[in-house]
């Protein structure tokens, strides 16, 4: 990756930051599960799929579906940054006169199925990788689990239909910021070893830093991994990733800032200093 | 039959694919046929119902078959979430529904299902009759742009449905003045049998196949009562939720008082067994439905009835 486009999507995923944390007050946002998302999904739309403003509705195109749905507010920003989404509509979060809200939902454009109740998702992608496959269709199709929804089973289901299915068309992406709602995912359901467990499952895995650029980009090169098999790229990333200030914190997962506070967070975004929040207004859900 | 039709609508129609979670005592001769358009995702009712959305979104008809009771109740936030809140043409097969499930046990007795399934916004709610009334059904049900669950009952009798069938209309079998006779899927044979009985002992009976059960023939329901002395609802359901939950929901909301004998399970699975011993431990064959409408017993012979084709 030359520096041109690795300064690009850096540029992207701070815009990216800069939207999420716009979205935290005011009804607030799960502003933890999105900033570990961001580079994820701002990658995989700029750099990966064949995707953009003008082909959302072509059957020949990939398919992103967003499972864990939480990390919607990193998918509101980076489809503002596509021009697929009016950045005013942002304004209209939690409001009944848009349809902006905690989960996604079809009434978005470029969002392609509604998601919130976790582990539904990697079937429903089984399902599109499926007709895919039956139309002779050499589009993929990617979704995004959160680590914490794999404690769902009918996320195996897929994963285990998927294989027997031979879907080499479809890409999942483990969003292994190593939390869950309340607590690291280590301290109640422990996932590791999570590379031998898909592994077991008869699929293809690569493990990367999720915030690396260079490693995305070198995950996503070359799929599948192996013909006639599913892959699964794990990225490690930090919960609240780009505020240090509610880095990788059990207690940091749905925030409601005031508005005070994100004038503060935005600046640490920056750079400029740590924010020390005393927000009544935290709340964790 | 339900193979053959079913296979023949989906070589004329490249958009249906057929599904099953393993349960292909319906189906058993369809993958040769059909290909990469048969698709089986193992024992995982969850995965196949969102796989069914991933292939509706991309313009496929999936019709799903598994077992009732998996199928509305095991898989139920996935028909629900992903077939129901989309409004996806996904179309439910659901196999031994009700006493169908005789021997199996209370895990497999979807008397239930009626009621999880129409309480879904957007799902269309069908319970054919038999093999016949099935065939009529199906290609409606196909064409809806809705989601529908489809309580399976193939059996083969002898009764001849009338031929025409619309979404959200009853099949009406017979009039009459003194008691109508409500009910869907199974039941209507067991019904048909009360009906003779009640007859025989001179009496006006009206009997009503109600088919689709969402819509339902809510205009025609409003209009019986005018015409008949008493409602009977008989089904393999509890009582709560299924055909007399509709009935009272529609009375109420027309502020009718009229009464209704509900024939139903209440508050209790029932006695697994062979077809023929359900129904008479439960009350249900058409002498005992007969008898508890007219208070008293009869001489009326209880004809034998036919075991089921398949267990699963």
Redesign the interface.
């Known amino acids: 990756m030359n520096e041109v486009k690795l300064k690009k999507l850096e540029q992207t995923a701070l815009r990216v930051r800069e939207h999420i944390i716009k979205l935290s007050t005011d009804g607030g946002c799960f502003v933890g599960a999105s900033l570990s998302a961001t580079d994820l999904i701002v990658y995989l739309y700029t750099e990966f799929l064949n995707l953009n403003s003008s082909n959302l509705d072509d ?1 020949d195109r990939d398919y992103l579906f967003l499972s864990k749905g939480h990390d919607v507010p990193a998918l509101y920003g980076t489809l503002v940054e596509m021009g697929v989404l009016e950045a005013e509509r942002l304004q209209n979060h939690l409001s009944t006169n848009d349809h902006i809200y905690w989960h996604p939902n ?1 009434q978005i454009p470029g969002i ?3 998601s919130g ?1 976790l ?17 002779g269709s050499q589009n993929r199709v990617v979704c995004i689990l959160g680590d914490g929804e794999l404690n769902e ?2 996320v195996w ?2 994963v ?2 998927a294989h ?2 031979k879907l080499d068309n479809l890409i999942f992406v483990v969003d292994r910021n190593n939390f869950q709602a309340n607590m690291a995912t280590e301290d109640l359901i422990p996932l590791e070893p999570l590379v031998d467990k898909f592994e077991a499952f008869g699929w293809e895995v690569c493990r990367i830093d999720g915030h690396n650029f260079l490693d995305l980009e070198e995950a996503f090169a070359d799929l599948p991994y192996k013909k006639h098999k599913p892959s699964v790229v794990i990225a490690d990333t930090v919960r609240g990733k780009g505020l240090p200030s509610i880095e990788a914190r059990a207690d940091r997962w749905f925030c409601n800032f005031s508005t005070v506070e994100i004038e503060q967070l935005l600046q640490e975004l920056h750079g400029e200093h740590t924010t020390t929040l005393v927000s009544e207004t935290l709340v964790v859900r | 039959m339900y193979e053959e039709l079913l296979k023949n609508i989906a070589i004329d129609d490249e958009r249906i ?1 057929v599904m099953t979670a393993e349960n292909r005592a319906l189906i058993r001769n369809l993958p040769p046929v059909l290909g ?2 048969f ?1 089986d ?2 024992i ?1 009712e ?15 008809i ?1 019709v799903l078959h598994a077992l009732a009771s998996f199928l509305s109740m095991r898989a139920f ?2 028909v629900r ?2 077939a129901g ?2 409004n996806l043409p996904i179309k439910l097969s659901a196999f031994i529904p009700g006493f169908l499930s005789d021997g199996n046990g209370p895990t497999h007795q979807a008397v239930e299902d009626v009621s999880l399934m129409r309480g879904i916004p957007n799902m269309q709610v069908f319970a054919p009759a038999n093999e016949q009334d099935l065939a009529i059904m199906l290609p409606e049900i196909l064409a809806s742009k809705h989601p529908a669950y489809i309580r399976i009952c193939h059996r083969t009798t002898s009764f001849q449905h009338q031929k025409h069938f619309e979404i959200g209309k009853a099949e009406v079998i017979a009039e009459g003045t003194d008691v109508t006779l409500l009910t869907y899927g199974f039941m209507l044979e067991q019904t048909l049998i009360a009906a003779e009985i009640l007859r025989a002992e001179g009496k006006s009976v009206g009997i009503v196949n109600l088919r689709s059960l969402k819509p339902i023939d809510e205009a025609y329901l409003v209009d019986l009562t005018q015409k008949t002395d008493l409602l009977v609802t008989i089904e393999d359901h509890f009582v709560t939720g299924g055909l007399y939950s509709i009935v009272a929901e529609i009375f109420l909301k027309k502020q009718i008082q009229s009464p209704v004998l509900p024939i139903a399970l209440f508050e209790k699975w029932f006695k697994p067994a062979r077809l023929q011993e359900v129904l008479e431990y439960e009350g249900f064959t058409g002498k005992q439905i007969a008898e508890r409408i007219l208070g008293y017993h009869t001489e009326s012979i209880q004809p034998h009835i036919v075991a089921s084709e398949f267990a699963e």
């Open positions: 059957p079809t392609e199925f509604h109740s582990g539904h998702l990697p079937a429903v992608s089984v399902g599109v990788a499926m007709d895919l496959k039956i139309s089973g009918s289901e897929a285990m239909v027997a299915h | 694919v990469k358009r698709i995702t193992g995982t969850q995965c196949m119902v969102g796989a069914a959305a991933g292939l509706a979104l991309r313009g496929r999936p936030e996935f979430t992903d809140i989309p």
